[in-house]
């Protein structure tokens, strides 16, 4: 409980190139932009007895770019497999109690594995 808490709404929206398919494998690369708005910051109690009274904290939206790369593994016609792997620039200006702390970086490596169907 030492750390400040926020929640973050990070929509990603990119453009894919999907290479020829390599037997029943498709790989992509994918190219886009994040736009990450944070919301219910809250502060702790310790941060509060350092500072010496209630804190709050502020983070700016950020706008950054995304990568991605990633491949269908086609099961049969209908049914897939796909693994993906982005890299996300988040970088936001951090307030407490209205004075600027700084930018903080924050670059997550996101890996999401997926079962999809095609109509």
């Given at each position: 409980d030492a750390l400040p808490i926020s929640y973050q709404l990070p929509p990603t929206?990119?453009?894919q190139w999907h290479t020829p398919v390599i037997g029943p494998i498709q790989p992509y690369l994918g190219l886009g932009v994040n736009w990450t708005v944070f919301f219910n910051e809250e502060t702790?109690?310790?941060?509060?007895?350092?500072?010496?009274?209630?804190?709050?904290?502020?983070?700016?939206?950020?706008l950054g770019v995304a990568g991605q790369v990633g491949a269908d593994w086609n099961l049969?016609?209908?049914?897939?497999?796909?693994?993906?792997?982005?890299?996300?620039?988040?970088?936001?200006?951090?307030?407490?109690?209205?004075?600027?702390?700084?930018k903080v970086d924050i670059t997550p490596w996101v890996v999401s594995l997926n079962l999809g169907y095609k109509f």
């Open positions: 929206l990119s453009v702790t109690e310790l941060l509060d007895t350092v500072i010496g009274g209630p804190t709050t904290l502020n983070l700016d939206s950020s049969n016609e209908n049914w897939l497999i796909n693994l993906d792997v982005r890299y996300i620039s988040i970088e936001t200006d951090a307030q407490v109690n209205g004075l600027e702390l700084g």
